[in-house]
C-alpha cells in the first residue's frame, strides 16, 4: 500500500481530502445561516439571541480553518470559492430569517446535517488510522451534539 508523509494510505486519503472539503463547504453555509440570523433576528428575546449566534459563528469560524488545516495537512487543497461552497451544500439556506424560534430550528437541522458528514469522515478515517482526522471529527460531533441538547431544550421553553 503506498503511503504518504504522514504514513497514511494515499488513495483512502484522497478520499477524505474530498469528504473534509464537503464539510467545509456546509460549514462555510452554516456559518452564512448564522451570519443572517445574528443580523435578522427580532423580538423581545434580541439581545440574548443576537450575542448567541455571534458566540456559535465564532466557534463555527474557527472550526472552518481547522477542516481547511487539516485538509492541506493530508495533503490536500482546500475549497475557497462561493462556487465551489454552493456547489457541495446539502444545508437548507436561511433566508432572512429573523422569528427566534426558526432561527433556532434552522441551527439544530444544519448542525443534525453536519453531524452526518462528520460520522461519514469518522468512519473512513477510523479504518486507515487517520488519528488527527478521527479526533478532529470527534470533538466537533461531541460538542455539537451538546448545542443541539441546548437548542432543543430552549425549544422546549413552553413545556
Ligand atoms: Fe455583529
Do not use: C
Not at 5 to 15: D, W
Not at 79 to 87: A, M, P, W
Not at 103 to 125: D, F, G, M, Q, Y
Not at 132 to 154: C, L, P, Y
Amino acid at each position: 500500500m503506498k503511503t504518504n508523509i504522514l504514513g497514511l494510505p494515499v488513495k483512502e486519503s484522497e478520499l477524505i481530502v474530498s469528504e473534509l472539503n464537503i464539510l467545509l463547504s456546509n460549514f462555510q453555509v452554516y456559518y452564512q445561516n448564522l451570519r443572517g440570523i445574528h443580523w435578522n433576528i427580532r423580538g423581545k428575546r434580541f439581545f440574548d439571541l443576537h450575542v448567541k449566534f455571534e458566540e456559535l459563528y465564532t466557534d463555527a469560524q474557527i472550526k472552518i480553518d481547522l477542516i481547511a488545516e487539516r485538509v492541506l495537512t493530508v495533503g490536500g487543497t482546500p475549497l475557497h470559492t462561493f462556487e465551489d461552497y454552493i456547489k457541495n451544500n446539502q444545508l437548507v439556506v436561511g433566508k432572512n430569517v429573523s422569528n427566534d424560534e426558526k432561527a433556532v430550528h434552522l441551527i439544530v437541522t444544519s448542525l443534525s446535517h453536519l453531524l452526518k458528514l462528520e460520522r461519514k469522515i469518522l468512519n473512513k478515517s477510523g479504518e486507515i488510522n487517520d488519528e488527527g482526522t478521527n479526533s478532529m471529527m470527534s470533538d466537533f460531533i461531541s460538542e455539537q451534539e451538546k448545542t443541539i441538547w441546548m437548542m432543543q431544550a430552549w425549544l422546549e421553553e413552553t413545556l
